[in-house]
């Protein structure tokens, strides 16, 4: 009795774990929302792309590689690299995805609290708020 139990909670958990690779992908909401969209798309090869130069560098450094073979694998990775940059671009995201995330942290933050988002600038030495425009803090008298 103890052995069929088993069995069955053992058939139970394979058909859980298998079902959901044999479900057909389309009509299905959960799976539309995880959909990667072109953006992420774009950067997650981005990023594997700079992965396998820095790879590509680190084997040849290791003289793993021919002069050759790192030139050709080298500029395959740069040309497909330069590609992905411009579909990006295409996108309308700016290479330096910094610049990209901070626009977007000041946008939420105008928007969350209209009114004080981009007017004031922060001290580097005393952490102050002083109102943009001015080169100097009024708390302190650093240079801002
Ligand atoms: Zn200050």
Redesign the pocket.
Known sequence: MLIATCGLLVVIAGIYVLTPLFKEPGGNLEVELLAETELDRLLARKAMVYSNLKDLEFEYKMGRLSDGDFRRLEAGYKSEAAKLLQDLDRLGVAKDLDETIERDIAARKAKLFPGTAEKTRR?P??G?ESPLGKSY?A??G?KL
């Open positions: 001290c030495s005393c102050a803090c708390d302190c650093g």
